[in-house]
T-cell receptor
Framework: KAGVTQTPRYLIKTRGQQVTLSCSPI?????VSWYQQTPGQGLQFLFE???????NKGNFPGRFSGRQFSNSRSEMNVSTLELGDSALYLC?????????????FGQGTRLTVV | GENVEQHPSTLSVQEGDSAVIKCTYS??????FPWYKQELGKGPQLIID?????GEKKDQRIAVTLNKTAKHFSLHITETQPEDSAVYFC??????????????FGQGTILTVHP
């Protein structure tokens, strides 16, 4: 069974640009969550999507947005990039059927803003 | 709001010794407490979890204990091996128990096992 797949693995962007990251969850999982990991702030929750609807949202500015498609694949977008957005962005998938299950993480996308 | 305190931030042990990492949380509605191991260049890997209706869970050399009254839970690794060296994170689902997809993480513990 394939795990959570994130693309691309690495990205370098210029301040002011926007970026889109992609996440394919484990087959059958309907929940996709996004996290930002930095040395200073640790792992911080961005948002969670379930059945194409945002179910939970963390404390990040509106420049951070996401969506989920009917096949459960998810994308997150960051607009007007700032240097402080440089981080490892992690996606996790969970939830089969109607219940809650463990969250499994992908390898992450390393975003560097210059 | 949700908050998870994790201690210690670094832990160094000799191969074969035990390692204990402790976390405290603030949201009394939390009912799910996973532990993740993260190796360099990889995403976090779930190693064990516990739900609030259980006080202890064991999987080979790894065990987790939960004290809901005191709002703390701990990870115990026995007979440590060099390959256990990694960063360990505790987490809880302080979304009122409605989702396992919104996790609040501790700051992490860098575990080093010396051969």
């Amino acid at each position: 069974k394939a795990g959570v797949t994130q693309t691309p693995r690495y990205l370098i962007k210029t301040r002011g640009q926007q970026v889109t990251l992609s996440c394919s969850p484990i087959s059958g999982h309907r929940s996709v969550s996004w996290y930002q990991q930095t040395p200073g702030q640790g792992l911080q929750f961005l948002f969670e999507y379930f059945s194409e609807t945002q179910r939970n949202k963390g404390n990040f500015p509106g420049r951070f947005s996401g969506r989920q498609f009917s096949n459960s694949r998810s994308e997150m977008n960051v607009s007007t990039l700032e240097l402080g957005d440089s981080a490892l962005y992690l996606c996790a998938s969970s939830g089969t059927g109607g219940g809650n299950t463990e969250a499994f993480f992908g390898q992450g996308t390393r975003l560097t803003v210059v | 709001g949700e908050n998870v305190e994790q201690h210690p931030s670094t832990l160094s042990v000799q191969e074969g010794d035990s390692a204990v990492i402790k976390c405290t949380y603030s949201d009394s509605a939390s009912n799910y407490f996973p532990w993740y191991k993260q190796e360099l260049g990889k995403g976090p890997q779930l190693i064990i979890d516990i739900r609030s209706n259980v006080g202890e869970k064991k999987d080979q050399r790894i065990a987790v204990t939960l004290n809901k009254t005191a709002k703390h839970f701990s990870l115990h690794i026995t007979e440590t091996q060099p390959e256990d060296s990694a960063v360990y994170f505790c987490a809880e689902n302080g979304a009122g128990g409605t989702s396992y997809g919104k996790l609040t993480f501790g700051q992490g513990t860098i575990l080093t096992v010396h051969p």
